[in-house]
């Protein structure tokens, strides 16, 4: 096997990528061929705010469904909105929303996502608590309505964040 300088054309070869490296030529092509380097940055976002509990109780005759979110900080606002049948969710509402480190939604009969879903029997609601941040925690609740009877009973099933 014949040696590198030996081989015709290797002088000017050798010579060219020194000079184009030297000069700056060939801009980052030559100068990977000298140093091969490569930066992996990750970030991980955590989110600031969570919820720290979230509840769903009845008053005694179960016709006021209060629903929970405590936090660890205030939310600059909290919706709501019911699961449709296709999955998705409805209209957002803020009707009887009391906004703290826990804020409060006060559901009954006449609450305007009960009556806009008064044909099914059992309602899951999402909650969004959404932050000065623009960061949003959601948790859900599921109410069963009495159908039939005229009880008025909008009653806590389960709540889960």
Do not use: H
């Not at 061929?33 to 930066?39: D, M």
């Amino acid at each position: 096997m014949r040696t590198f300088r030996n081989l015709p054309g290797a002088a000017v070869a050798v010579g060219a990528f020194v000079l184009t490296v030297m000069l700056g030529l060939g801009g980052t092509a030559a100068s990977a061929l000298w140093q091969q380097s490569a930066t992996a940055t990750m970030t991980v976002a955590w989110p600031l705010q969570a919820f720290t509990g979230f509840t769903c109780a009845n008053d005694n005759p179960q016709k006021v469904a209060t629903l929970s979110a405590a936090g660890t900080s205030k939310p600059a606002s909290l919706t709501y909105s019911a699961r449709l049948a296709n999955g998705t969710y409805g209209p957002s509402y803020t009707e009887s929303v009391v906004l703290g480190n826990t804020s409060t939604v006060t559901l009954t009969i006449g609450s305007q996502i009960i009556a806009a879903n008064r044909s099914t029997s059992q309602l899951t609601i999402r909650v969004v608590a959404t932050y000065a941040d623009q960061t949003q925690v959601a948790a859900t609740a599921v109410v069963g309505l009495e159908q039939g009877n005229n009880s008025d009973k909008v009653i806590c099933i389960s709540a889960t964040t």
